[in-house]
């Protein structure tokens, strides 16, 4: 066995031992948990819908809900109404996600008279569903991360600020202003009875979107550890009230996605999935659906694939699975600090460390993330490096060398922001202060 298969090895050996370890500490605080939803991520761009065994597949699955990636002239068309009656005729609860602006540059749907470039669901199309009960609102796919590129030159393209533009505000100044126009956005989605949900992709950032309102739906699997995510978002959603946490399960990594299941090296396996919605069911995430219906089914045939068959593989087990409450979970560790969206950005190969769209930094700024890396080095026992936590880190020899694990084995903890006191409002028997001088 050569040194890169033993370390490959000892890496999944330790993955599924701390996922042992985590289920029993569920097992000593279970909590009360709220119900839970499954659902999936599918869109209709190809006519899906009227793929042999669609409906079926849905069924086989156990959805309960659909996120829908859509397109401005399926909305503003009938075209729509093949999703929704679909939807109802079945009913599933539904949402429409809008990550189409972040790859289509220039289009004038999308262009806001503020110069930000996203698209808020019209007042028409919220008229027009409001008092559907199924539909619950929009998805905005990576609002954080495309907010973080403000200003910068993607394959030629200038990617123009989400949010607010910042680029010269200083990086608290930023989170100030991102959360504000957040909770306008959450207002507006609210005043029709809906809500905006966040589908988070980086190991930050989730503070500023639910001081502003947004439920968080951060990405399990992608390029980051689950335990994680769950102490970030979990921990934003705790300072923040938040009544509900969603989460997403994620099988695209990097530039890898398993289309029909078919996978290979380096691709999220359907072990991971599976692993995946235990974690997120233990952990008392409420909604969880998983991105791509696409890679679940062959939608040429309506098959499930193998990782359509750990879903139903999950829904089997999971009665016999602890759950808890998220807003009850018990941490051994509270972390504030300053969220600023640094997860080892110097290893990248294009994405910058702009908090929240500033180009502005401190010594005392950069001095804290560095501690934040090296705190979840020590805490993980060393497992994530000691200067980068994400996958994203490219040129880093950790992410370069070292296959995707789905738990890092951080202690039971949560994370909150620099508006937090003195002292964190969750009690725990230990509290790092990243923020004080």
Same mark, same amino acid.
Request: aromatic letters at 12%; a neutral charge.
């Given at each position: 066995?050569? /040194?890169?298969?033993?370390?490959? #090895?000892? /890496? ?6 701390v996922a042992v370890v985590l289920l029993l500490v569920a097992c000593a605080c279970p909590g009360v948990a709220g119900a839970f939803s499954f659902g999936v991520n599918a869109d209709n761009w190809k006519g899906e819908?009227? #793929? ?17 990636? *859509?397109? $401005? ?5 009938? /075209? ?7 939807? #109802?005729?079945? @009913? ?20 806001? !008279? ?5 698209? =808020?669901? @019209? ?6 569903? @409001? ?9 905005? =796919? ?36 991102? !959360? &504000? ?15 905006? *949900? ?17 439920? %968080? ?36 990594? %990097? ?43 062959? %939608? =040429? ?8 068959? @750990? ?51 401190? $010594? &005392? ?14 805490e993980s026992k060393k497992v994530l490096p000691p200067n980068a936590n994400n996958w994203n880190a490219l040129r880093h020899p950790f992410c370069k060398n070292t296959s995707y694990f789905p738990l890092a084995g951080?202690?039971?903890? %949560?994370?909150? =922001?620099?508006?937090?006191?003195? &002292?964190?409002?969750?009690?725990? $028997? #230990?509290?790092?202060?990243?923020? !004080?001088?």
């Amino acid at each position: 066995m050569t /040194r890169r298969q033993t370390h490959h #090895r000892f /890496r999944q050996e330790l993955s599924h031992v701390v996922a042992v370890v985590l289920l029993l500490v569920a097992c000593a605080c279970p909590g009360v948990a709220g119900a839970f939803s499954f659902g999936v991520n599918a869109d209709n761009w190809k006519g899906e819908l009227g #793929r042999p065994g669609f409906a079926q597949a849905i069924k086989d699955l156990g959805v309960e809900f659909i996120v829908w990636h *859509v397109s $401005p002239e399926e909305v503003e068309s009938d /075209r729509i109404m093949e999703i929704v009656d679909f939807c #109802r005729a079945n @009913k599933l609860a539904y949402l429409f996600n809008t990550e189409l602006t972040n790859y289509v540059p220039g289009v004038p749907y999308f262009t806001n !008279a503020d110069g930000t470039y996203r698209w =808020d669901l @019209k007042p028409t199309t919220m008229e027009r569903f @409001k008092d559907d009960p199924l539909f619950l609102g929009q998805v905005y =796919d990576e609002p954080m991360l495309m907010q973080s590129l403000n200003g910068v030159v993607v394959n030629g393209r200038r990617i123009p600020p989400y949010f607010v533009d910042t680029a010269t505000m200083t990086p608290q100044q930023a989170f100030n202003a991102v !959360a &504000a126009k957040i909770a306008e956005i959450s207002t507006y989605h609210a005043s029709y009875g809906k809500v905006a *949900v966040f589908e988070m992709v980086l190991p930050d950032y989730a503070h500023a979107a639910a001081r502003g309102g947004a439920i %968080l739906a951060p990405k399990l699997l992608k390029e980051t550890c689950n335990d994680l995510m769950f102490s970030m978002y979990a921990g934003a959603a705790r300072q923040y009230q938040q009544a509900e946490l969603w989460a997403c399960p994620d099988l695209w990594f %990097l530039d890898r996605f398993p289309e029909k299941g078919k996978g290979g090296p380096g691709y999220h396996t359907p072990q991971h999935l599976y692993e995946s919605l235990c974690y997120a069911y233990t952990q008392g995430f409420d909604r969880v659906y998983v991105e791509h219906l696409k890679g679940l089914v062959d %939608l =040429d045939t309506g098959l499930l694939t193998e990782y359509g068959r @750990k879903v139903q593989a999950f829904h089997a087990d999971r009665t016999d699975l602890p759950r808890r409450s998220w807003k009850e979970f018990e941490p051994q560790l509270v972390v504030k600090r300053f969220p600023d969206g640094y997860w080892g950005q110097q290893f990248s190969t294009f994405l910058p460390n702009y908090p929240y769209g500033s180009r502005q930094t401190t $010594p &005392a700024l950069r001095q804290a993330a560095d501690q934040w890396l090296l705190l979840l080095h020590t805490e993980s026992k060393k497992v994530l490096p000691p200067n980068a936590n994400n996958w994203n880190a490219l040129r880093h020899p950790f992410c370069k060398n070292t296959s995707y694990f789905p738990l890092a084995g951080l202690p039971p903890m %949560l994370v909150v =922001d620099h508006t937090g006191g003195e &002292a964190s409002s969750i009690p725990a $028997p #230990r509290v790092v202060d990243l923020t !004080a001088p």
